[in-house]
């Protein structure tokens, strides 16, 4: 019984995060356009991160996230590096 009850946790966990992923083509998106047209509004990029961030936790979106940080770095280094941390914190 114990060992259902953990499986249909995990399963629902695997499901919540392909529903996620489903996202993730127009974020990416998004952030390609951000970097290919060298956005450099740092409150733009910053609201993108702020909502990839919270993906990566849940194991989706990493690859965007450390993409438009490096991004950012050249950019605004200190704002960056606060990122950096806070994903480092939840690594």
């Not at 993730?24 to 952030?31: D, N, T, V």
Request: aromatic residues 10%; hydrophobic residues 35%.
């Amino acid at each position: 019984m114990e060992k259902d009850f953990i499986n249909d946790i995990k399963q629902t966990i695997i499901e919540f995060q392909n529903s996620l992923k489903l996202h993730l083509p127009a974020l990416e998106a998004e952030i390609n356009h951000l970097i290919l047209s060298k956005n450099r509004d740092k409150n733009t990029i910053e609201n993108t991160l702020d909502t990839l961030l919270p993906l990566t936790d849940m194991g989706v979106g990493k690859d965007l996230f450390v993409r438009l940080l490096d991004y950012y770095k050249t950019i605004d280094p200190e704002g960056a590096m606060f990122y950096w941390n806070e994903y480092d914190k939840n690594e």
